[in-house]
């Protein structure tokens, strides 16, 4: 089955944002890395900003792959994280890891479910570079520690709920500003939902891709709200690995 | 021909530098890259940034097949070049680039020269990891560009000669504060000089590595005079290079 340009444009618009959310996590990895606490730290976090710059490349690759320009397909996103970033600057250690933990954790779900729509090459790719879940793994454990003490778990916790407000808000204006990306969404076979518990909200009728700029909006509600439940129960298990409440 | 512990503590002193030096790269190209004025700089800086991350691992995983603690032969390091950088604050973007060019070469040299008196295994690591020259052409290429205009070559000829300063001030800072690194220099063959023209003063007197802290002043002071002519020589190349006058 060769895919419809309309289908390509829709793909090379994810993998445009996947990529340019790993370029961000690079800058923002680097910039933690500057300022950890422990060498060891400086060093992991070192590592995690130079994976992400590889996990960027296989997907500006994946882009040339496909016919279309890498660095145009990234610049769609420039300055996707600009609001984001202005409005949690994070007062601590603790806050910057779980920043980047729910931050790119919510984008990162974002991606992953609207990967289910697109060409199977493309699909495995953006799976794979997004299962790297090694940073994850560094603030949990990192912040497991912090998290015996009770004020600081009740202090990340309201954290926690400011940062997935503000990564909504960034999900929010890229499903408002990028209709190939809803598209992506409403073209998950049905059975996708399921991964998600408490969210068997049928799914919206996804009628192909091929009518760009034709979708009705009403599936479009129905979508996005299903999209932001399953959104938010991804951050509810994400605080619960943590131990701090969502 | 085993090393001699006293030999082995020299070379992991040496080691501990250049993966010092290499994460610095990463912070700064990765800095760079942040501000840099093109989406392809970002890109390519951050590529740099990451085959820095690269070459420092491959030096610290060396430092432990020779036994010793990575973490603690960076740690040597530590703020090594914190005042450079604080008195080389560039104000442009040529400057910026330039700052890398002349700051980390200065102190590749420098380590390249010391690494003559490695074992072969760590010394071809440390030249291979130095040879790596694609930030220089980028450099270059830039800084050819900016060249054309007289007023921006003065401006730059003259922020070369202030970074060359600089950078030799902290290598004269590490050869007072490690002797390891004197005793590298010293151990280099003869030949070795005869690869920097102009600079045939005779090879210190270097009687072998055994006699730890047992080293006489004066072939230091010639050793001394020696390296900084060497490290002057090869600035005035580079600077040469890009058109400008050192």
Redesign the interface.
């Known amino acids: 089955m060769t895919a419809t340009p309309a289908e390509t444009a829709d793909a090379v618009e994810l993998l445009g944002l996947v990529a340019q959310l790993e370029?961000l996590a690079?800058?923002r990895l680097?910039?933690d890395?500057?300022v950890a606490p422990t060498?060891?730290h400086?060093?992991e976090l070192?590592?995690f900003?130079?994976a992400a710059?590889?996990r960027?490349?296989r997907v500006?690759d994946r882009v040339a792959e496909l016919g279309a320009d890498p660095?145009a397909a990234?610049?769609l996103y420039?300055g996707v994280l600009d609001d984001f970033d202005a409005r949690t600057e994070p007062n601590t250690w603790w806050e910057r890891l779980l920043t980047v933990y729910v931050g790119y954790g919510v984008a990162d779900d974002f991606c992953r479910l609207a990967a289910a729509g697109l060409d199977e090459t493309s699909r495995a790719l953006v799976v794979e570079v997004l299962d790297d879940a090694e940073h994850a793994d560094l603030a949990v454990a990192e912040l497991d520690a912090a998290g015996t003490d009770t004020a600081v778990s009740a202090r990340l916790a309201l954290w926690g709920r400011r940062l997935v407000g503000e990564a909504l808000g960034v999900v929010q204006r890229l499903v408002v500003q990028r209709p190939g990306l809803v598209r992506l969404l409403d073209a998950r076979p049905t059975g996708e939902s399921t991964t998600v518990a408490g969210q068997d909200t049928a799914a919206p009728g996804a009628a192909g891709q091929s009518a760009v700029g034709e979708r009705t909006q009403a599936p479009a509600n129905q979508a996005s709200s299903k999209l932001f439940g399953e959104l938010t129960a991804q951050h509810t298990r994400r605080m619960t690995r943590l131990g701090l409440t969502a």
Chains 1, 2 share one sequence.
């Open positions: 370029h690079f800058a680097a910039a890395a500057a060498a060891e400086r060093i070192s590592r900003a130079a710059v590889a960027r490349d500006l660095l990234m610049a420039d």
